[in-house]
């Protein structure tokens, strides 16, 4: 079995090597024809919001249509993925969404949407996760963290901005791979977790590099990322995995899909103008502006990707017994 940073790595790399020719390839249908939608299932506000715009943005501009973002948010993104999944497939309607898509698949035992009712277009960015301390908390690297959590037993208290959210995972993930015990309080939100990471009420969160100020601030100390290789964004700060931990990957991530029976060429399009706004600098700058890593799978890459999602968090679910709240 290949680890997940190979997976990715080969992924990337076959869709960077691929993309001048699918891009010519990927000759413009007659769309678009009317204007266009990008549903956000989240409030506005949020990264996944923060990047429909961006993208709305760029393919306005270079389609010469309106392009308009619908927050749809609700029912653990359910409602707007609902929508998205029963709108017309003629490509005017698209789906952003994030790591929730997947984890709804594991969890709720019935979705208003059939999930093969979309289908995959882009893989657009990756925000993995890093893992914040209090400086109460008494460690300064991953092995004495490893350490402190198995001496002291449900003594680390992982805040989450809510129940079966990527930093949920991410603790939960934490503490399957080493063997310890933790404590998780799940909250409304990133903002109300990080104000009680930051006062003390609780050891610590995985956050994106969003909240980097505060590390370097000295408010809060940095132990390391959960990705395959040193953030663009934060190249001083090491990996799990070169710290000694195998194993601790994860991150949100942020993916485009189109209703099922949508013409392939019209998936092909949308997949290469996609492709085209995230290779922009200014694009890519703003993107890691908001502690997202750029990528740039393409639909057959981003399937592969949504499958190994499934493997990976279903695993864990089930070693951890994890229940929705």
Same mark, same amino acid.
């Given at each position: 079995?290949? /680890?997940?940073?190979?997976?990715?790595?080969?992924?990337?790399?076959?869709?960077?090597?691929?993309?001048?020719?699918?891009?010519?390839?990927?000759?413009?249908?007659?769309?678009?024809?009317?204007?266009?939608?990008?549903?956000?299932?989240?409030?506005?506000?949020?990264?996944?919001?923060?990047?429909? +715009?961006?993208?709305?943005?760029?393919?306005? +501009?270079?389609?010469?249509?309106?392009?308009?973002?619908?927050?749809?948010? *609700? *029912?653990?993104?359910?409602?707007?993925?609902?929508?998205?999944?029963?709108?017309?497939?003629? *490509?005017?309607?698209?789906?952003?969404?994030?790591?929730?898509?997947?984890?709804?698949?594991?969890?709720?035992?019935?979705?208003?949407?059939?999930?093969?009712?979309?289908?995959?277009?882009?893989?657009?960015?990756?925000?993995?996760?890093?893992?914040?301390?209090?400086? /109460?908390?008494?460690?300064?690297?991953?092995?004495?963290?490893?350490?402190?959590?198995?001496?002291?037993? $449900? +003594?680390?208290?992982?805040?989450?901005?809510?129940?079966?959210?990527?930093?949920?995972?991410?603790? $939960?993930?934490?503490?399957?791979?080493?063997? /310890?015990?933790?404590?998780?309080?799940?909250?409304?939100?990133?903002?109300?977790?990080?104000?009680?990471?930051? *006062?003390?009420?609780?050891?610590?969160?995985?956050?994106?590099?969003?909240?980097?100020?505060?590390?370097?601030?000295?408010?809060?100390?940095?132990?390391?990322?959960?990705?395959?290789?040193?953030?663009?964004?934060?190249?001083?700060?090491?990996?799990?995995?070169?710290?000694?931990?195998?194993?601790?990957?994860?991150?949100?991530?942020?993916?485009?899909?189109?209703?099922?029976?949508?013409? $392939?060429?019209?998936?092909?399009?949308?997949?290469?103008?996609?492709? $085209?706004?995230?290779?922009?600098?200014?694009?890519?700058?703003?993107?890691?502006?908001?502690?997202?890593?750029?990528?740039?799978?393409?639909?057959?890459?981003?399937?592969?990707?949504?499958?190994?999602?499934?493997?990976?968090?279903?695993?864990?679910?089930?070693?951890?017994?994890?229940?929705?709240?």
């Amino acid at each position: 079995m290949i /680890s997940r940073g190979v997976f990715l790595a080969r992924m990337l790399g076959a869709c960077a090597l691929a993309g001048a020719c699918a891009f010519a390839s990927a000759q413009q249908p007659a769309f678009p024809s009317k204007p266009v939608s990008i549903i956000v299932p989240y409030p506005p506000g949020g990264i996944t919001d923060v990047l429909g +715009r961006l993208l709305a943005e760029g393919a306005a +501009r270079k389609w010469g249509r309106p392009v308009v973002v619908e927050n749809v948010p *609700g *029912g653990g993104t359910t409602i707007g993925t609902q929508k998205a999944a029963t709108a017309p497939p003629d *490509g005017h309607t698209i789906l952003i969404t994030s790591f929730g898509f997947v984890i709804n698949q594991i969890m709720m035992k019935s979705l208003p949407y059939d999930s093969r009712a979309l289908l995959p277009v882009s893989l657009v960015g990756l925000a993995p996760n890093v893992l914040y301390l209090h400086p /109460s908390v008494p460690v300064t690297s991953v092995a004495e963290l490893v350490a402190y959590a198995k001496a002291n037993p $449900e +003594r680390l208290v992982f805040a989450s901005s809510g129940n079966l959210s990527s930093p949920h995972f991410a603790a $939960e993930l934490f503490a399957n791979l080493t063997g /310890s015990r933790i404590v998780h309080t799940p909250y409304r939100g990133t903002s109300p977790a990080m104000a009680d990471v930051l *006062g003390g009420q609780v050891s610590g969160i995985f956050d994106t590099l969003q909240s980097m100020s505060y590390a370097r601030s000295g408010k809060l100390r940095v132990i390391a990322s959960a990705s395959d290789k040193r953030l663009s964004g934060a190249p001083e700060l090491p990996t799990f995995a070169e710290s000694g931990l195998s194993g601790m990957l994860i991150s949100s991530w942020f993916g485009l899909l189109l209703p099922a029976g949508t013409p $392939e060429a019209v998936r092909q399009y949308w997949s290469a103008t996609l492709r $085209e706004i995230i290779a922009q600098p200014e694009a890519s700058a703003r993107i890691l502006q908001n502690g997202v890593e750029p990528a740039n799978l393409d639909p057959q890459g981003f399937q592969a990707f949504l499958d190994d999602e499934l493997r990976r968090w279903s695993a864990l679910i089930k070693a951890r017994n994890l229940k929705l709240d």
